[in-house]
């Protein structure tokens, strides 16, 4: 594999990135090529970071038997948050206007089929800001490139097990689990608070003089 970065190939204009980069949580089955799972990593590391320390760590699993396992894995972490946050174990508990987290219902179940997960990392200490703008980084150049992704956490009561499949050192501090995968569906704008809600101009609480 040649060393040259090509990074024209993420020619997407900016704004078309950001503004279509909704989560995708539905994949189609067909395999990413390596060289552009290389051209979204080699974008993750551009990312800012405390120090330059490059803390963060990237594990790539595109082997089909140990998707199948992290899957399992992640369906389970996944239900045990919902049991801690509000008391669901079931599908049938989520309710009919819950419309992400029915959605989310269905990537756990099919965590274990998709064609790609990268885990992200940080190494002691660990920190989670040096770590999420290269995740970020990440997504959009995968959007760029047509991928679809969505960052997704896991649980406590799996991380031993998760850092069994694949080795992972035990100070290794994870942040986030992020399948990638050509989308079934489209890739569109998402819904957000307006931002003359969320931004303040000079003091807070003082307008934005947008609405
Ligand atoms: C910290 C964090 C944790 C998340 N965890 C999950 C998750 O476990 N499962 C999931 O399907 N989506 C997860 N998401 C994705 C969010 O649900 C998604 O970003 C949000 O609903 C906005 O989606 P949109 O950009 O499509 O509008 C997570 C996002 C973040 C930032």
Redesign the pocket.
Known sequence: MTTLIDHKRLSMPLGEAIFTQ??I?RFRPDPIPMEDLRLVIESAVRAPNGGNRQIARFLVVTDRDRIQKFGALYREA?WAKRKDEKGWTKPEDIPPDEK?YRS?SV?AEEMKDVPCVVLAYGMPPGWANSVIPAVQNMMLAARALGIGS????LHPSVMDRVHALFGIPKDAVFHFCIPLGYPRGTFGP??RRPTSETTFLDRWDGPVPWR
């Open positions: 909704r989560s949580r996944w992400t989310a990537l969505i960052p997704t956490t998402n819904v």
